[in-house]
């Protein structure tokens, strides 16, 4: 049988469901399995040994649709849904798999703080969504595939580095899902061992005030790696702090232990960390830590993050406990 899989962005999001992919592949040998995504999300599954072949959108959908049309799926797996994929789903008309998007669910909690989430992580949603063909979740968690010869090489970081570090994500797609500088600057201090800030381009003016501080002992890799070695960076740290961000799901794929730091959008959207069932035992205690302001009713606010505070005053970031989350951090290192 031949299968699309659609998943347009973003990182974080087309990590998670790997799961599916994988499944899907694993428990159909015979499957042939082709993706579409954006093009701009094309490293985060160029390497996936479970995809046959790959579709990128940029800006010309019905060119891509007819491109489409002529592979004849068997099936369409829609793990985005929204107004494109339907369009694609109507064009080529072939039976369609999706996953439960529970878009009110996410209004209901995130504009009037109604919980009625079903308290099933998006990763097993989209496993879900193959249950028609009798595939399962497998308990392996998340996937994340570096191509050969493109992750960090010798020499990339400083040598005060190379006994260990923790990878401190400091990049989030939303203001309000990233901490603010100076509260990152006191974390940086509080975290008595060696850092690599990690983010894009447009964090690296604020990982160079952070570093300011201690630059022999934090490195400011902001905006100098490519994803893939971004994803290696994270892979061969000792521990990974980071915002609600793909990179922490990266982490994740590679068993990493994370403390998860929330603002804006929170674990109630059913998105925290996701690992592979033995993690506990892979990393020797529980793989991830929740870091979030209690008692605010205001959070989450939204389902992907805001370019500001709804409220002005941004306490799920500006209240967080930065001792709590350092204290953890230590638990993880000794």
Known sequence: MKFLIIRFSSIGDIVLASPAIRCL????????IHMLTKQSFKAVTEANPYISKFHYFKDNLSGLIEILKEEDYDYIVDLHKNFRTWRIKRALKKPV????????????????????????????????ALQPLGIRYDGKGLDYFIPEGKGIQAGDLPTAHAAGYIALVIGASYATKKMPVDQLRTL??????????????????????IASDDPIRIYNACGKFSLHESADIVRKAKLVISHDTGLQYIACAFNKPVLSIWGATSPKLDVEPFYHEQADRLIGQTPYHN?????????PCSNY???SCPKGHFHCMKKQDLHAIAAKAQSYLT
């Open 291 to 299: 870091f979030m302001v209690p008692g605010l009713s205001c959070q």
């Open 97 to 128: 798999l999706a996953f439960r998007k529970l878009t009110l669910e996410k209004w209901l909690l995130t504009k009037l703080g109604i919980n009625r989430m079903p308290g099933r992580h998006i990763s097993l949603r989209s496993v879900d």
């Open 188 to 209: 940086c201090q509080l975290l008595a061992y060696p850092i690599v800030l990690v983010g894009g381009p447009e964090d690296q003016t604020a990982g160079e005030a």
């Open 305 to 307: 993050g805001t370019r």
């Open 25 to 32: 592949k694993q428990q159909l040998p015979d499957a042939e």
